[in-house]
T-cell receptor, first 111, second 117 residues
Framework: TQLLEQSPQFLSIQEGENLTVYCNSS?????LQWYRQEPGEGPVLLVT?????EVKKLKRLTFQFGDARKDSSLHITAAQPGDTGLYLC???????????FGTGTRLQVFP | GAVVSQHPSRVICKSGTSVKIECRSL??????MFWYRQFPKKSLMLMAT?????????EQGVEKDKFLINHASLTLSTLTVTSAHPEDSSFYIC?????????????FGPGTRLTVT
């Protein structure tokens, strides 16, 4: 059973455009992470959010954790070709370290 | 930083042989390490959780006798794929959690591409 659904699955945009990726669940998470993965490499941690309603910014990336800690979003402003990759959200359930990964969003940014 | 390495990065083996993959945390002690498998264009699937000095906990459907995990120290965990078959070909990724880190926060290795011929 896939507990974390990401949308959209695929996103192909031009450089300079804005985009938002959503990560939704019916489960409550102790923490939620966003990772970016490039082909043939391991995921790289972008951010961890812990508190409901929390907003974190990392340069052009803005991450938000839902008030009920069941969902999250990633907003990218003025996307660049270097943002291309697979974006994965992952949540920790029940105060355990075990992560449940989202279905993934594959982003392609064209120059 | 929190750097995790994996070795080898790529391995090709013949059907029926065993392959060992190493996962090391280079600049921190990892109380817990995790092993994942990733199929092409798919998300990560957790195989097992490895705690230093104790037996690994395997996810449902993962054969513990086929995927042997050893976590001998706070910086090293190994995954051995025994009697490998072509269907075991995949991208295997490990991750590590710092003892004092935020719960759930994991740092990933670069992955190992296993091809069984």
């Amino acid at each position: 059973t896939q507990l974390l659904e990401q949308s959209p699955q695929f996103l192909s945009i031009q450089e300079g455009e804005n985009l938002t990726v959503y990560c939704n669940s019916s489960s409550v998470f102790s923490s939620l992470q966003w990772y970016r993965q490039e082909p043939g490499e391991g995921p790289v941690l972008l951010v961890t959010v812990v508190t409901g309603g929390e907003v974190k910014k990392l340069k052009r990336l803005t991450f938000q954790f839902g008030d009920a800690r069941k969902d999250s979003s990633l907003h990218i402003t003025a996307a660049q070709p270097g943002d291309t990759g697979l974006y994965l959200c992952a949540g920790a359930l029940d105060n355990t370290d075990k992560l449940i990964f989202g279905t993934g969003t594959r982003l392609q940014v064209f120059p | 930083g929190a750097v995790v390495s994996q070795h080898p990065s790529r391995v090709i083996c013949k059907s029926g042989t065993s392959v060992k993959i190493e996962c090391r945390s280079l600049d921190f002690q990892a109380t817990t390490m995790f092993w994942y498998r990733q199929f092409p264009k798919k998300s990560l699937m957790l195989m097992a959780t490895s705690n230093e000095g104790s037996k690994a906990t395997y996810e449902q459907g993962v054969e513990k006798d086929k995927f042997l995990i050893n976590h001998a120290s706070l910086t090293l965990s190994t995954l051995t794929v025994t009697s490998a078959h072509p269907e075991d070909s995949s991208f295997y990724i490990c991750s590590a959690r710092r003892g004092s880190g935020i719960i759930g926060e994991q740092y990933f290795g670069p992955g190992t591409r296993l091809t069984v011929t």
